[in-house]
C-alpha cells in the first residue's frame, strides 16, 4: 500500500469524506448552480452518476457567458441485467421524467440515464428504490455491476447463476448509509463501518462477470475476476477463476495496457464467494494509491506474479484453489431471435444498436437530433409495450442487446405481434455485421471521450457493409468494436477490428482479436479518419473472402495471414505493432 505522502487526490478525497459523504448534501440544496463540487463528483461515483456537460453546447454557452450546461449520467445497479416488466416500465418513464427521455442499455447488462439535471437525481433514485432497484456501487471505486451469461435456454442453470450474481453484488456492496440518507432521506443508524472496503474501498474500479460455456456474452476476460462455470451432468459443480481482466489504457503510455484475465484454478460452489472477498481484499491492500493509471487489479497480478496471489490467498485465508477445470468458449456475441429454453417457455433476443432505446421520428432523431436511427422507428414504444404483457422477465446482455425471456408458449403469439408492428430487430432487420458491433456512448457527453463513437460507428458500418458484401461475405460474423477514448467501455480491444477514438475523427485501428474474447487484438494504424481505415480494411476483408479457411474467423485469419502479430498477453500489447510491411 502506498504512503500517505503517495497518495493520490483521489485517495485523500476518500479518506475525508466520512465514508462518502463528502459535502453532497450541501451540493444538492445548492440552486445557483447546476454543478456539485470537484471533490464530490469523485464520491458521487460510488452513488452510480458522472458530473457531465453537453459538450455540443460548450462554445455557445461560453460565448454567452454561461455556466456549462451540467448534467449527470446515472447507471442503475442490476446484477445480471434482470428485471421483471414492472421495473422496466418504472425505469422507462423516470427516463422521461427526469432524463432525456431515452435509455442507454450499457456494456455491462444495466440501464444508463443521460441528462439527468442536478434537481432530479434524488427524485430519481428514490423512485427507483420503489421498485427494488438502486444505484449503489454502479459506478466508483468499488466492485461494479455483476454480469452473467444472459440467455437463459438452460433454465435451472441460469437461474443458479443469476442467483450468485446477485450474491456477490449484495455481498460486495458497500455499506456506509450515506446513500440512505442523502438520497433516500433516511434517518442516520450509528457510526458507519465498512467490513471489506475501509474507509478508502479500493484503488479504482473493480469487475466481476460469470459465464456459461460455450457462451462468453459477458466477456469474461475482461473483468477483474471472471467465474467460468463448471457444469457436469447438468449440474453447476463450481468456477474457474479467472483474475486480471481489464480494457483501460492511455494513449502513449505503453506503461498501460488492456490484459486478460488468467485462469488461476477452481473453487467449488462452497468457496468461491469467500475466494472472491479475499481476491478483492489482495487488491485494497496492495493496489498503487498513487498513481491511478496503475491501480487496477491487472497491474497488481502483473508486478507481483500469479504465484504470489496462490501464495497470498493461503496465507491470509487458507484457501488452495483446485486446478482448473476444462472448458471451452464459442463466440462473445448474442444469438438473436427465439430460442426454446429447457423448461419449455422462449427466449427472444432483440438487437438494440449500441444499447439506445429511443422513439426515432420521421427524419430518424431522437432527443432534439441528438441521437439517430432509423426513420420513424419506435423502438422505445415498442419495448413498452412488450413489457405492458410480458408476464416473465427481461434481460439486457453485456452485448447491450435485449432479451425477452420466459416467454410462455401461450404468450409467444402475442409477442410475435409486437415485434412484427414495431419494427423490431429479432435478427431479420440488419446485417450479420451491424448485429456483431457496438461502441460507448462518447459525445457528447462523456468527459473523456476523443472522438465520436455512438453516433458514428452505424454510419461507418454501413460502409463496411458494402465491402463484406461486394467480397461476397455478407453473412460472416466480424466483431467490431468502437470506442471515444482508450478507457475501453465498449471493450475495443477485444473486438477483431477494433476502433479507439484518437481525435475527432481520427481513430487507431486494431485487428486481431479472437471470436471467443479469449485473445486480445493489437494495433495496425494509428490515427487514421475513415478514407484511410476504408483504404485499409478492403484488401484485408478480400482477402479474408478469397483465402480463410471455413469456419476461420477473421481474427483468426488476420494473424494466420501474417496481417498482423497475435498479442499472447496484455504485457506484450505494444509490441509488434503495425503490419509487417510497416515494420
Request: charged share 25%.
Amino acid at each position: 500500500m502506498s504512503d500517505d505522502k503517495e497518495l493520490s487526490p483521489v485517495e485523500h478525497i476518500k479518506i475525508a469524506s466520512n465514508y462518502l459523504r463528502g459535502t453532497i448534501a450541501d451540493g444538492l440544496a445548492d440552486e445557483l448552480t447546476g454543478s456539485i463540487a470537484e471533490d464530490d463528483t469523485q464520491l458521487t461515483k460510488f452513488y452510480g452518476f458522472y458530473q457531465q456537460d453537453d459538450r455540443d453546447l460548450r462554445s455557445e454557452r461560453k460565448t454567452s457567458k454561461l455556466e456549462p450546461h451540467y448534467q449527470f449520467m446515472l447507471r442503475l445497479r442490476l446484477p445480471a441485467g434482470v428485471v421483471t416488466g414492472e421495473q422496466w416500465l418504472k425505469i422507462d418513464e423516470l427516463a422521461h421524467q427526469y432524463a432525456n427521455g431515452t435509455l442507454r442499455l450499457t456494456t455491462r447488462q444495466t440501464f444508463q440515464y443521460h441528462g439527468v439535471l442536478k434537481k432530479h437525481l434524488r427524485p430519481l433514485l428514490q423512485d427507483a428504490y420503489q421498485v427494488g432497484v438502486d444505484a449503489r456501487g454502479a459506478c466508483g471505486d468499488v466492485n461494479r455491476n455483476v454480469m452473467a451469461t444472459a440467455n437463459p435456454d438452460l433454465s435451472a442453470l441460469h437461474q443458479e447463476v443469476h442467483d450468485w450474481s446477485i450474491k456477490i453484488s449484495e455481498h460486495l456492496a458497500w455499506k456506509s448509509r450515506a446513500y440512505e440518507e442523502i438520497f433516500l432521506e433516511q434517518k442516520p443508524q450509528g457510526e458507519d463501518h465498512e467490513p471489506i472496503y475501509g474507509k478508502t474501498y479500493l484503488p479504482r474500479k473493480f469487475k466481476i462477470a460469470i459465464a456459461i460455456p460455450p457462451e462468453n456474452d459477458v466477456d469474461v476476460f475482461a473483468n477483474d475476476i471472471g467465474l467460468i462455470a463448471i457444469v457436469e451432468n447438468d449440474k453447476l459443480v463450481g468456477f474457474n477463476i479467472a483474475i486480471g481482466g481489464g480494457m483501460g489504457s492511455t494513449h502513449g503510455d505503453e506503461a498501460t495496457y488492456p490484459r486478460l484475465g488468467s485462469v488461476i484454478g477452481f473453487a467449488t460452489p462452497e468457496n468461491t464467494l469467500e475466494a472472491v472477498e479475499e481476491l478483492v481484499k489482495i487488491q485494497r491492500d496492495h493496489g498503487d494509491r498513487a498513481n491511478r493509471k496503475h491501480a487496477r487489479f491487472k497491474y497488481t497480478i502483473d508486478d507481483h506474479g500469479l504465484g504470489w496471489i496462490h501464495e497470498q490467498l493461503e496465507e491470509r485465508a487458507g484457501i488452495k484453489l483446485k486446478p482448473a477445470r476444462e472448458y471451452k468458449f464459442e463466440r462473445n456475441g448474442d444469438p438473436l431471435g427465439w430460442v426454446e429454453g429447457d423448461n419449455g417457455n422462449w427466449h427472444l433476443t432483440l438487437f438494440i444498436e449500441n444499447g439506445r432505446i429511443a422513439d426515432f421520428d420521421d427524419n430518424g432523431t431522437a432527443h432534439y437530433g441528438q441521437y439517430h436511427g432509423p426513420a420513424g422507428y419506435k423502438l422505445m414504444t415498442g419495448l413498452r409495450e412488450l413489457a405492458k404483457i410480458h408476464t416473465g422477465e427481461f434481460r439486457l446482455t453485456g452485448n447491450h442487446n435485449v432479451i425477452v425471456a420466459n416467454v410462455k408458449p401461450e404468450d409467444k403469439a402475442k409477442v410475435e405481434e409486437l415485434v412484427e408492428h414495431y419494427g423490431l430487430d429479432d435478427g431479420n432487420k440488419y446485417s450479420t455485421l451491424r448485429h456483431s458491433a457496438m461502441a460507448c456512448v462518447a459525445f457528447p457527453t462523456c468527459g473523456l471521450a476523443m472522438a465520436e463513437s455512438e453516433r458514428y460507428l452505424p454510419e461507418l458500418v454501413t460502409k463496411i457493409e458494402k465491402i463484406v458484401t461486394d467480397a461476397g461475405i455478407e453473412n460472416q460474423p466480424i466483431v467490431i468494436r468502437m470506442t471515444g477514448c482508450p478507457n475501453g467501455c465498449a471493450r475495443p480491444f477485444l473486438g477483431e477490428i477494433g476502433f479507439v477514438g484518437k481525435a475527432p475523427g481520427k481513430y487507431n485501428l486494431y485487428l486481431g482479436a479472437g471470436f471467443d474474447g479469449a485473445r486480445l487484438n493489437k494495433l495496425y494504424r494509428e490515427n487514421i479518419g475513415e478514407e484511410e481505415i476504408l483504404a485499409e480494411l478492403t484488401p484485408i476483408i478480400e482477402q479474408y473472402a478469397a483465402e480463410r479457411n471455413k469456419s476461420e474467423p477473421f481474427g483468426d485469419f488476420v494473424i494466420r495471414a501474417g496481417i498482423i502479430a497475435e498479442t499472447t498477453e496484455g504485457r506484450y500489447f505494444h509490441e509488434n505493432v503495425g503490419s509487417p510491411e510497416a515494420a
